[in-house]
């Protein structure tokens, strides 16, 4: 009988080791690091470092962090914190045992930025790039049929009529206008239509209603949309605005907005529809003044909408600008959020950040939050339409706003993070896709639950 393979046994159980190390909540910690972080001059990141993890600064670069650490190398757990030197860039290595590559993090250190926390209720007029098809109609004409001539032609709600006969068109009444004439002199309309990324032309012969004595196409559209939503922030020198945290769409198509011209006006809120599971409630807004443009709207985003302000609005809250917080500065536990639920009276409400998705590229929800404000559980039942773009305050810093209600749950709610709001307005560089080198691939293995959502602009 041969004896027993020890150095076999060893590397076993050492591989098994490795694995269930890596199933373990501190690694997976590590490993949802997103690859590229941003770190304001003055922040420091903190992580903690399991052993067998080491982590190092790329020495191949001119590091602008340094690593700092008062636990030994291999110690069982090690707080280690990221502390900028410099502007510039480094790169960040964990490594296992200090020899197998798990993830790698570029690390920015950016100049720091102040604005002045928004929770303003504005009113939002935007007007799209063309008319946008909203539903069909059916023209009854006059041998008593019912056609369709735009969709018989291709034409279907949610796209975007961007000329007729080459003439751009902007309005309802335009449209109208046009087609009647072209039907008069029996001829069609050649149609430019917008549909996702891709254009097409498309010939309609018009049909004389019997109703209306004018010609249609069979087609209802619309040219803006209108709402009332919540400032964010704004930058006092440039006067950048951001708002509503989550892109503008068509209430009956739900397709985004292509922004043509906007403007953003003062409102109140006059009244609360109380939500509840199942039905989230409302804030009833009347816009002030809707001739006295308070700024533009240049961007309708996916991360909100954005332009310059006419005017600086005060903060009766915030007298100054305050800081930002970059996405690994945001940690789980008390916050408050800034918003009007009586006239124009921004006041402070306590939430709690329940969850911190922190994310490799922009997108929303990265923030999971909780009202645990009594008062205004009290008045609104949570979070309700029209509070999109609440700015969430943390340790005195901008982190982040408010986009969406959980419908079966309206007392909770996603946030988005303020750095990507803060790069589609252009105060700060966007970030590029970075290569991630990893170990292993947990995709799919550690799920979360579904939840319905409602966006709140």
Not at 131 to 137: A, E, L, R, T, Y
Not at 216 to 240: C, H, M, N, Q
Not at 246 to 258: A, K, L, M, R, V
Not at 360 to 377: F, N, Q
Request: net charge neutral; with cysteine.
């Amino acid at each position: 009988m041969r004896g027993i393979n020890w150095r076999f046994v060893t590397g076993i159980i050492i591989a098994i080791s490795i694995v269930a190390f890596c199933l373990t909540p501190q690694f997976r910690h590590i490993y949802s690091l997103p690859p590229h972080m941003r770190i304001i001059e003055g922040e420091t990141a903190l992580f903690t470092v399991n052993f067998p993890l080491t982590v190092t600064v790329n020495s191949d670069f001119d590091p602008s962090i340094r690593l700092h650490s008062d636990t030994p190398l291999y110690a069982l757990s090690r707080p280690v914190s990221l502390q900028p030197v410099k502007l510039g860039k480094a790169v960040v290595e964990f490594r296992l045992l200090g020899l197998i590559p798990v993830r790698t993090v570029q690390v920015d250190v950016t100049p720091p930025l102040k604005l002045v926390p928004g929770g303003h209720s504005i009113g939002v007029v935007l007007h799209s790039q063309g008319v946008i098809v909203v539903g069909n109609s059916p023209v009854l004409s006059q041998d008593g049929q019912y056609y369709t001539p735009a969709k018989d032609a291709g034409i279907a709600v949610g796209d975007v009529i961007l000329s007729i006969n080459g003439t751009p068109v902007n309005n309802d009444a335009q449209v109208a206008e046009i087609i009647n004439e072209a039907g008069k002199e029996k001829s069609p309309v050649d149609i430019l239509i917008k549909r996702g990324d891709s254009r097409a032309q498309v010939t309609v012969t018009p049909v004389l209603c019997s109703d209306t004595k004018r010609y249609r196409i069979g087609l209802f559209v619309r040219d803006s949309a209108a709402g009332v939503g919540t400032l964010t922030f704004y930058e006092p020198v440039s006067r950048t605005y951001g708002a509503l945290g989550h892109i503008i769409t068509d209430s009956d198509t739900n397709q985004p907005i292509d922004c043509e011209q906007g403007k953003i006006v003062l409102a109140t809120v006059s009244g609360i529809q109380h939500g509840k599971r199942g039905q989230p409630g409302e804030k009833i807004g009347v816009f002030i003044e809707e001739g006295q443009m308070l700024g533009d709207i240049r961007k309708n985003t996916p991360f909100g909408i954005y332009g310059k302000l006419e005017t600086l609005i005060e903060n009766n809250l915030f007298h100054e600008a305050i800081a930002v917080a970059s996405m690994s500065q945001v940690q789980t536990g008390p916050a408050e959020m800034l918003t009007v639920i009586d006239g124009q009276t921004i006041e402070r409400f306590s939430i709690e950040i329940q969850k911190v998705n922190l994310q490799e590229v922009p997108e929303g929800k990265g923030l999971v939050i909780k009202v645990t404000d009594s008062r205004l559980l009290e008045k609104t039942g949570g979070i309700v339409q029209g509070m999109s773009g609440s700015p969430i305050i943390q340790n005195g810093k901008i982190v982040g706003a408010v986009t969406h209600v959980f419908i079966h749950d309206p007392t909770r709610g996603y946030g988005c993070f303020v750095d990507w709001m803060l790069m589609e307005s252009g105060l700060l560089p966007k970030k590029e896709r970075q290569t991630v080198r990893k170990l292993f691939s947990f995709s799919g293995l550690f799920g979360a639950p579904g939840w319905a959502l409602l966006s709140l602009g």
